[in-house]
């Protein structure tokens, strides 16, 4: 049993690290208040996938206080903890949809494409409340809500479409490394 709680702690630890260097190669865009696309999210669906929603969770978690650590834009604590440790775990619910790797490979994809939509949805939410609560003045004459979503939707939808297609490509191209290990089979990789 302690064997098991060690490489759990030891993977969430090495994709959230993993999760941190993949933050911080950001492909900007048209976003001025700190908006970017990256592969950061990838480890914590990835971790989500291999052992699960706890594990998915507390790797979004972690993820999130290392972005708080390393680079953080914080206005209020309130926004802190929406946009960065809370946030984060949220995405890592897309471990309620973790595939087996016994489910064909379109059962796979299916499940995970939902999962990481649904943790992209969740993140995406607590970006907008964020927005609402924090920076309705950038809002101007739009109302908040519809400027909220779409300034942080704009990024998500992005950030989305990238996360699926590596989860997706990786799970194909080696799905005991993704899936074995929430069935206790540890497999070197």
Same mark, same amino acid.
């Given at each position: 049993?302690k064997?098991?709680n060690?490489?759990?702690?030891?993977e969430?630890?090495?994709?959230?690290?993993?999760s941190?260097?993949? *933050?911080l190669?950001? @492909?900007? =865009?048209p976003? #001025?208040q700190?908006?970017s696309v990256s592969?950061e999210?990838?480890p914590i669906?990835l971790m989500? @996938? $291999?052992?699960?929603?706890?594990? =998915? %969770?507390l790797t979004g978690l972690? %993820?999130g206080?290392?972005?708080?650590? +390393?680079?953080?834009?914080?206005?209020? #604590?309130a926004?802190?903890i929406?946009d960065?440790p809370?946030a984060?775990?949220l995405?890592g +619910?897309? =471990?309620? @949809?973790? #595939? !087996?790797?016994?489910?064909s490979?379109?059962?796979?994809?299916f499940?995970m %494409?939902?999962g990481? @939509? +649904?943790g992209?949805?969740? $993140?995406?939410? !607590?970006?907008?409340? !964020? *927005? %609402?609560i924090?920076?309705?003045d950038?809002?101007?004459?739009?109302?908040?809500?519809i400027y909220s979503f779409l300034?942080? *939707?704009?990024f998500?939808?992005?950030?989305?479409a990238?996360?699926?297609l +590596?989860?997706?490509?990786l799970t194909n191209?080696? #799905?005991?490394?993704?899936?074995?290990?929430?069935? =206790?089979h540890?497999q070197?990789?």
């Amino acid at each position: 049993m302690k064997t098991n709680n060690i490489s759990l702690l030891t993977e969430i630890a090495i994709m959230s690290a993993l999760s941190l260097i993949l *933050g911080l190669i950001k @492909f900007a =865009g048209p976003w #001025p208040q700190g908006g970017s696309v990256s592969l950061e999210m990838v480890p914590i669906f990835l971790m989500a @996938f $291999r052992r699960g929603l706890k594990a =998915g %969770v507390l790797t979004g978690l972690a %993820v999130g206080l290392l972005q708080l650590l +390393v680079n953080p834009y914080v206005i209020h #604590p309130a926004q802190m903890i929406l946009d960065y440790p809370l946030a984060f775990a949220l995405a890592g +619910v897309a =471990g309620a @949809f973790a #595939p !087996s790797i016994s489910q064909s490979a379109s059962k796979r994809t299916f499940l995970m %494409v939902t999962g990481i @939509f +649904v943790g992209c949805l969740l $993140r995406t939410i !607590s970006h907008v409340f !964020s *927005g %609402v609560i924090f920076f309705s003045d950038l809002a101007e004459e739009m109302n908040v809500w519809i400027y909220s979503f779409l300034y942080n *939707g704009s990024f998500m939808v992005v950030i989305f479409a990238i996360t699926a297609l +590596v989860v997706i490509l990786l799970t194909n191209t080696a #799905p005991k490394l993704l899936h074995a290990a929430r069935n =206790g089979h540890h497999q070197a990789a």
